[in-house]
């Protein structure tokens, strides 16, 4: 008995899963083999392993949460609407074939992300 190809939202929720465990061997496991990671604002990486060490670079570098806002699927995309615990915001296309991702690109803003928010004063 063969199991199901993942749809493309189950994916996605998988890989939030492992982004917000910080496991970066987890979230390497949901690509092909040749995928292509391309964050818009540092560029792309291509293959498993490359994909791998930038999650792993940026885990050490900053400690990070995906809060999902919206998730939605046609045919074999996923588009994430996320948000971070301070509210800046970005997007994510998911490109899935046979229960992988085969191409994500992200799109967030890199400014906001350098400094950080100020503190409500209420």
């Not at 792309?44 to 998730?71: D, K, T, Y």
């Not at 995309?77 to 046979?98: M, N, S, T, Y």
């Amino acid at each position: 008995m063969s199991l199901p190809i993942a749809t493309p939202k189950g994916v996605v929720r998988r890989w939030i899963a492992a982004f917000n465990a910080a496991d970066p061997d987890a979230l390497a496991a949901l690509y092909h083999d040749d995928a292509i990671n391309h964050q818009v604002a540092i560029g792309p990486v291509q293959g498993r392993p490359a994909i791998r060490e930038r999650f792993a670079q940026e885990f050490a570098a900053a400690s990070m949460e995906c809060v999902p806002v919206n998730l939605f699927e046609d045919g074999e995309w996923a588009i994430l609407e996320w948000k971070d615990p301070q509210d800046r915001l970005g997007c994510a296309f998911f490109h899935v074939i046979d229960g992988r991702i085969a191409l994500q690109r992200g799109y967030w803003d890199r400014a906001t992300f350098a400094t950080p928010k100020p503190k409500s004063k209420i």
